[in-house]
Structure formats: structure tokens, C-alpha cells
């Protein structure tokens, strides 16, 4: 995973959690929580697709657009599940 991918997935990571933040209010974590849940999800999860070979790496140091939008889609959804991942595991602890 070259550079500028991996910054395209961390900055969509961040907007997917925020967004996901802001579209359940019952899994927001906050600004900042849902930027840094996003952040992380959005960097494992292009880096787990381009691993996978789902993702197609940029060759020759190019940049496509196809490989744009792969890794803005897998940064998104990565940091919208593992927010929701994040807020379910916050939600189970309070409880207990």
C-alpha cells in the first residue's frame, strides 16, 4: 500500500465514521470519537482489501481514478463498521 492510498483511506475512514456518527445518533461517539474510530477503520480496512487483491493497487506510481474510488469506498465503509463496532462494545460495557 503506497502512500497517497493510504491517506485517501484514513481521510475516508474519517468521514465514513463521521458519517455514520451523524446518521445514528444512538452509535455517535462524538466528533472526535467517530474521526478516530473512523481513521482506523478506514486504514485496516483498504489495507485488508488491497491484501485480499480486491483492491487494485496503482502501478508505476500512477494514480487512476478506479484505484481513487476503491480506496475512498473501502475507507468509508471500513470506518463506518468499525465504529459501529466500537460504539456496540462502549454500549455493552456501560451496561454492565
Known sequence: MDLI????????GAVGGNIAGA????K????LGNSI???????????LLQ?????AQSGGGG??????????ASGGVGGA?????VSLLKSAMAKT
Open 5 to 12: 492510498s493510504l491517506l485517501i483511506s484514513l481521510v475516508s
Open 81 to 85: 463498521v468499525l465504529l459501529i463496532i
Open 51 to 55: 491484501a485480499a487483491g480486491v483492491l
Open 28 to 31: 455517535n461517539l462524538g466528533p
Open 63 to 72: 494514480i487512476d481514478i478506479g484505484s481513487i474510488l476503491g480506496n475512498v
Open 37 to 47: 474510530a473512523g481513521i482506523l477503520g478506514g486504514g485496516v480496512g483498504g489495507a
Open 23 to 26: 446518521a445514528m445518533a444512538d
